[in-house]
């Protein structure tokens, strides 16, 4: 079994932050605003389950979501 599978947000270094895409755009969400919305235990391959991180403007769930580092990533 491949071990992300069983990362939550609680894993995520707290530089982390996941950056998920839906239909219209991709947002991204910092560690604490995760554990804010969908808590530290919620897994992060299940993230686009939770309701909260759902587009308000295409109203898709965001099935594509990676974990970046927000410091590393810019430009
Ligand atoms: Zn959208």
Do not use: K
């Not at 069983?6 to 219209?24: F, I, K």
């Not at 605003?33 to 965001?62: K, Q, T, Y």
């Amino acid at each position: 079994m491949d071990p992300a599978f069983a990362l939550t947000v609680n894993d995520l270094a707290r530089d982390e932050a996941l950056c998920l895409r839906c239909g219209c755009r991709s947002q991204t969400y910092s560690r604490a605003r995760l554990i804010a919305l969908v808590g530290r235990d919620a897994r992060l391959h299940l993230i686009g389950l939770n309701r909260e991180l759902w587009c308000g403007d295409c109203g898709e769930p965001p099935f594509q979501g990676w974990v970046t580092a927000p410091v590393a990533n810019q430009p």
